[in-house]
C-alpha cells in the first residue's frame, strides 16, 4: 500500500533535515572553540538535535520493518488459497470510501483481499449503516454468487486503500468444481462470515459503545497487522451505527485512560492491554483464521 511508503520517505526527509541542521552547528561550535568563547547553549542544542535524529532514525527503521511484515502476513494470508485462484484474476488497488459492490446488486466479480480492510455493511434507514463483518488479507468478499444467491445481502466498502485480486465468478465457480480444497476454503469462510454477523449482532445489542468501539479498534488493528489506523470519527460513527458526536465522546473516554491516541483523521493505539480492558472482549470470540 502507499501509506506506509509515503510514511518512510518523509521520514527519511526529516532525517536528512536534522543532519543537516546537526552539520551547521558542529561548525558553530567548532568556530566558537577557536575563538574561546562560550558554547553551552550550542552544545544544549546539539545534543537535542542528535536525540531528535537517534529518534527519527528509530522510527524509520520501525515503520519499514512494519511495512515488511505487513506486506509478507499480506502474501501469506493469499498463499492459503491455489494459486490457480490468484492466477485467474487481476490485482487492483482501490481507494478507501471505494464500493466494490452494493446491497440488492448482481455482480460478475468476487474479490480475494490482499491488503488493508474492507467493510460488510447493511442500509437500516436512510441516514443509518451498520458494519456486520470486517473483511482482512486473505478473506474473499462478494462469493455469494457461488453459492447460488444472485443479489448480494449487503454492501462492501473499503475502509483503507486496499490492494484486492479481482476474480470473474465463474472462473471460481468452475475451479472450485474441479479443487474440492478450494471449495472447502470458501466455505469455510462463509462460516466465519456467518459466525462473525452474530457475534457482532449480540454485541451491537449489548455492550456499550466505548466497549464496542474498542473492539472494533482491535478487531482492525489484528487485520491489518498495525496499531495505527487511518480512520475518521465520521466513518467510524457510520459504521458504528451512532452520531458522529457519540463516537468523539467514546473515543475520548479512550484516551483519557491512554489506551490510544488520536489525530486529525487516525487513530493510534498506544497501550493494547489497556485498549482490551476497555474493550467488551467480543473480539476474542471472532474467528481468525485467514483459509
Request: hydrophobic letters at 45%; a positive charge.
Amino acid at each position: 500500500m502507499l501509506e506506509p511508503q509515503a510514511k518512510i520517505a518523509e521520514l527519511d526527509r526529516q532525517i536528512e533535515f536534522v543532519a543537516g541542521r546537526l552539520e551547521s552547528i558542529r561548525a558553530v561550535m567548532e568556530t566558537l572553540i577557536r575563538d574561546g568563547r562560550r558554547y553551552e547553549q550550542t552544545w544544549q542544542s546539539l545534543s537535542r538535535m542528535m536525540g531528535s535524529l537517534a529518534r527519527l532514525r528509530q522510527a524509520r527503521e520501525q515503520a519499514s520493518t512494519s511495512n515488511l511484515r505487513r506486506e509478507s502476513r499480506s502474501i501469506s494470508a493469499c498463499s492459503a488459497f491455489p494459486k490457480s485462484v490468484t492466477a485467474s484474476g487481476r490485482l487492483v488497488r482501490i481507494k478507501a470510501g471505494w464500493r466494490l459492490f452494493g446491497a440488492n446488486a448482481s455482480s460478475r466479480d468476487c474479490y480475494l483481499v490482499h491488503a488493508g480492510l474492507v467493510c460488510l455493511c447493511r442500509q437500516c434507514s436512510e441516514k443509518c449503516w451498520l458494519e456486520i463483518a470486517m473483511a482482512g488479507p486473505g478473506n474473499f468478499v462478494g462469493f455469494w454468487p457461488l453459492l447460488g444467491i444472485a443479489r448480494s445481502p449487503f454492501s462492501a466498502v473499503a475502509l483503507t486503500d486496499c490492494d484486492v485480486i479481482q476474480m470473474p465468478v465463474a472462473v471460481v465457480q468452475s475451479l472450485c468444481d474441479a479443487d474440492p480444497s478450494l471449495q472447502r476454503c470458501v466455505l469455510a469462510q462463509l462460516f466465519d462470515r456467518a459466525s462473525e454477523l452474530l457475534i457482532l449482532a449480540a454485541c451491537n445489542a449489548e455492550h456499550t459503545l466505548p466497549q464496542r468501539v474498542a473492539r472494533w479498534l482491535l478487531m482492525a488493528s489484528m487485520r491489518i497487522d498495525a496499531d495505527s489506523l487511518r480512520m475518521t470519527h465520521r466513518v467510524l460513527a457510520f459504521l458504528m451505527g451512532v452520531r458522529r458526536a457519540s463516537v468523539t465522546l467514546a473515543l475520548h473516554q479512550l484516551v483519557a485512560v491512554r489506551a490510544i491516541r488520536t489525530r486529525r483523521g487516525r487513530i493510534e493505539i498506544l497501550d493494547r492491554r489497556r485498549l482490551e480492558s476497555c474493550s467488551c472482549g467480543c473480539e476474542r470470540e471472532l474467528p481468525r483464521r485467514v483459509d
